[in-house]
């Protein structure tokens, strides 16, 4: 509640109310700020407790434990809510690995492969697509777009574009896709929020999860405009 400055102010005082000692009972849905201020938390689930231990376990382990709800529903529902201008459609929006096999789940520096299928209305002259990855509470973490490459087709029907990422540096968790397609003179004719649910996983998990920050990681595009 406030603006940075007074959120500032009071995340400072309880820095001085740890370090004096104080017991302090914080209580929150904003799981990035329990990692944060506490040293240890209790997950409740229905009034129970579901989970308790130091703090960065208990978010890591609720992370874990909405990862199988948010895939299912993706599944259900591949596309959460997207507005468009009516000149172009996304088909699909598939995650790969690098034998072109769908998948949802991927190890921690492992490559990704985001390929969307697209069909364009009408003739899209060298159009740009930007596709971003949020946390599972929707903090951005990356942004990846074609407005810098040269080579870029121009889109009439059917085709496709994947993005390579070739060492996928996230830290286990849900992740999702948001997918926006420009005209070439920045109109925007496509936008979907949570286009895409993926995890990641990782059999040497060690790293608190706050500590991942935001990146940004070396990509190359694939055009085929012939489906």
Known sequence: ?????????????????????????FVSHALR?????????????????????????????????SASTALEDNSALPVMSFVSSGEVSICS??????????IETLQTGEPLNIRVIYNAHETLEQPIIAISILTADFMLVTNFSTDGEQARPNWRGKGSIVC??????????????????R???????????????????????????????????????????EM
Do not use: M
Not at 37 to 60: F, P
Not at 164 to 180: A, C, E
């Open 1 to 25: 509640v406030g603006d940075l400055s007074f959120q500032r102010n009071c995340y400072d005082r309880l820095g001085q109310l740890r370090a004096a000692g104080v017991t302090v009972v």
């Open 33 to 65: 700020q329990v990692e944060r201020l506490c040293d240890r938390a209790i997950l409740l689930d229905s009034g129970k407790v579901d989970s308790l231990g130091e703090s960065a376990e208990v978010v890591n382990h609720y992370y874990n434990q």
């Open 93 to 102: 929006i598939d995650i790969l690995d690098d034998d072109s096999n769908l």
């Open 164 to 181: 390579h990422i070739p060492d996928l540096r996230l830290l286990p968790g849900v992740y999702y896709l948001r997918i926006i397609v």
């Open 183 to 225: 005209r070439n003179d920045g109109f925007k004719c496509f936008k979907a929020e949570r286009a895409k649910v993926f995890r990641v996983v990782s059999d040497s998990y060690d790293v608190r999860r706050s500590n991942f920050g935001i990146f940004q990681t070396q990509v190359s595009w694939r055009f085929n405009s």
